[in-house]
Nanobody, 123 residues
Framework: VQLQASGGGLVQAGGSLRLSCAAS????????AAWFRQTPGKERDFVAA????????DYADSVKGRFTISRDNAKNTLFLQMNSLKSEDTAIYYC?????????????????WGQGTQVTVSS
């Protein structure tokens, strides 16, 4: 599966952004999907994941209650709605996919990656 993230930009603290990730190739519904983020000099960190059917989700504590992950398998698209953004949310956001279920938040568990989209939150 090929992934392409979009929707990043510059937003003020407290604002909202919605990221999208378009999937192509093998059926997107066959994959667990996730969002990760990375800042310069740091590891790529788990943000949120959603199972193949979109029924179960998993969130990092830092974004729980502010971010919502969702997917539309009919349109082969993954979303991340980000509300109440903080300056510490500034990062490059990557979408990712893997063939197994939820539960493993490790970056190495995901074999398919999009190119990343920059999110900058100004305080």
């Amino acid at each position: 599966v090929q992934l392409q993230a979009s929707g990043g930009g510059l937003v003020q603290a407290g604002g909202s952004l919605r990221l999208s990730c378009a999937a192509s190739g093998r059926s997107f519904r066959s994959y667990t999907a996730a969002w990760f983020r990375q800042t310069p000099g740091k590891e790529r960190d788990f943000v949120a994941a959603i199972d193949m059917n979109g029924r179960s989700t998993d969130y990092a504590d830092s974004v729980k209650g502010r971010f919502t992950i969702s997917r539309d398998n009919a349109k082969n698209t993954l979303f991340l709605q980000m509300n109440s953004l903080k300056s510490e949310d500034t990062a490059i956001y990557y979408c990712a996919a893997q063939s197994y279920g939820l539960g493993n938040r490790a970056r190495t568990a995901y074999g398919y990656w999009g190119q990343g989209t920059q999110v900058t939150v100004s305080s």
